[in-house]
């Protein structure tokens, strides 16, 4: 026993000690990592530490400055006291605090805006692997400092678990997938817990991409075939792609699944369905199915809408083309509406309606009030831009990003003002960042804004999830 005791001590001792090694920063040719240069934050986040990547010459010295106000802190990591984070952030809220560094010759601004961020973030932890899984987690992570809670993991069940998404960022009302031996959706409804069997004998599959629609009464699904392909090419590794796709929307009050003719055409694959600001739009991404191992490039994706009746739950038969992303040669996906119905963000992509493995990946922001359309260009960069999601106040998206080495996607954060500019990006704080993202070995994947912790019952949702018992999904098609 003596030795045992002997064995853990040892063990929480090295793990618990921590020496900066800036040889390992080898993310950027910049001279500071993370590049927080010239970024827009909000008054409430997290310290952004970073460290200087020159391994030799003097030690720096770094200035923060707003009016009167100053803090220095000495060395190649700068590392914050929390305190004093937050009280310089609250002296500078609308304005400017000025970076001076004794060994860089500019000087850089953060910005730090009025309009705060939500309460924190939840995210898929996985492993960024091909043929098999290993641990995956949902987690929870606080915005203004650096804590995180493990929500499940697929060691409770022995199943895939997959995205969590939130009704507006509301913490008590969620909805997330669960693949494998105890298949099925979890969904919580204000503390009210339920494991539901979404396949029915009318769909293809179970349901996927998920999308609430404002009311909270109706969740937006797809049902996908995946399929995924391995490249005998360099510059690719590999290419996720459906065999085929549906849309339709859950009827929470009804236990109902609703389709139409419209979005569950037999010659056209609809996928990643997300409702208006208004809830009485439904947007989806659609493309005309082309033979896989010979036109996969071929395959692209417009983004589409169509009419929704929040009373009835009725589905409109006219689809209108919002981008055709087709005649420019790309292919559009995710679309994801602000909450103020200002602005909607996705994603486009050469071909295919899985940016995730496309380096070429980039956000674009189309305006719903004039119908323009752009790139992200100030929160873009040469990798891959995928999943994004907006904050409860439409001011702030966040992003994954494989920006840093091309492997491992890591959420990234830009500022939106009212007419629809966006800010440089900066990525997601941690109090050792270099050594965090160095040894964190999975991706962070899906990430989704919340407004408060998320009201997770572990317990409870593994016996739910292990129960053979579950609530079936009904079935009707649109009036």
Not at 81 to 90: D, F, G, I, V
Not at 415 to 431: C, R, T, V, W, Y
Request: glycine share 6%; aromatic share 12%; hydrophobic share 30%.
């Amino acid at each position: 026993m003596r030795t045992i005791i002997h064995i853990a001590l040892s063990i929480l001792l090295v793990s618990s000690c921590y020496r900066f090694d800036p040889t390992e920063a080898h993310y950027t040719d910049g001279p500071i990592w993370p590049d927080y240069m010239d970024v827009t934050i909000p008054v409430n986040i997290a310290p952004l530490n970073f460290c200087y990547t020159a391994a030799d010459g003097p030690v720096p010295e770094t200035t923060f400055s707003h009016g009167d106000m100053s803090v220095t802190i000495k060395g190649r990591e700068v590392v914050w006291k929390a305190k004093e984070w937050k009280k310089l952030l609250e002296a500078a809220k609308g304005s400017d605090i000025i970076v001076k560094s004794s060994v860089l010759q500019d000087s850089w601004t953060m910005h730090v805006s009025e309009d705060e961020i939500d309460y924190g973030i939840t995210y898929r932890l996985i492993a960024p692997g091909y043929e098999v899984f290993s641990k995956i987690g949902i987690y929870e992570r606080k915005l203004s400092d650096y804590d995180e809670r493990t929500l499940l993991e697929n060691t409770q069940f022995n199943s895939c678990i997959n995205c969590h998404t939130p009704h507006k960022g509301d913490p008590d009302k969620y909805s997330f997938h669960i693949r494998g031996r105890h298949g099925g959706t979890l969904i919580n409804l204000d503390g009210e817990l339920g494991v539901y069997n979404t396949r029915t004998p009318e769909t293809i599959g179970s349901c996927g991409y998920t999308h609430w629609h404002p009311s909270g009464d109706y969740i937006a699904y797809s049902s996908n075939i995946v399929r995924q392909g391995f490249h005998v090419r360099p510059d690719k590794l590999i290419e996720v792609f459906d065999l085929d796709s549906d849309c339709q929307t859950y009827d929470i009050r009804n236990n109902t699944l609703i389709s139409a003719e419209s979005i569950k055409k037999k010659d056209v694959w609809e996928t990643y369905p997300a409702f208006s600001a208004d809830g009485r739009t439904m947007y989806f991404c659609a493309a005309t199915p082309r033979t896989i191992a010979t036109e996969f490039e071929q395959i692209r994706y417009n983004l589409c809408s169509v009419d929704f009746d929040p009373a009835t739950g009725t589905i409109g038969s006219k689809v209108d083309t919002v981008v055709f992303a087709e005649g420019m040669g790309k292919s559009a996906t995710f679309p994801r509406p602000s909450y103020d119905g200002r602005f909607l963000v996705y994603n486009i992509a050469d071909y295919g309606n899985f940016p995730l493995y496309h380096k070429e990946a980039d956000l674009w922001i189309l305006d719903l009030e004039t119908g323009e359309s752009r790139p992200m260009s100030k929160a873009n960069s040469d990798g891959t831009e995928s999943h994004h999601s907006w904050s409860s106040n439409s001011r702030w998206m966040m992003f994954s990003s494989r920006r840093d080495d091309g492997l491992y996607s890591r959420p990234y954060f830009t500022h939106i003002d009212e007419n629809g500019q966006e800010s440089k990006a900066f990525m997601l704080p941690q109090k050792h960042p270099l050594h965090y993202y160095s040894y964190q070995n999975r991706s962070h994947n899906v990430p989704e804004f919340v407004t408060g912790p998320v009201d997770m019952d572990g317990i409870s949702a593994e016996k739910l999830v292990t129960s053979k018992e579950k609530i079936q999904f009904g079935f009707r098609m649109s009036d």
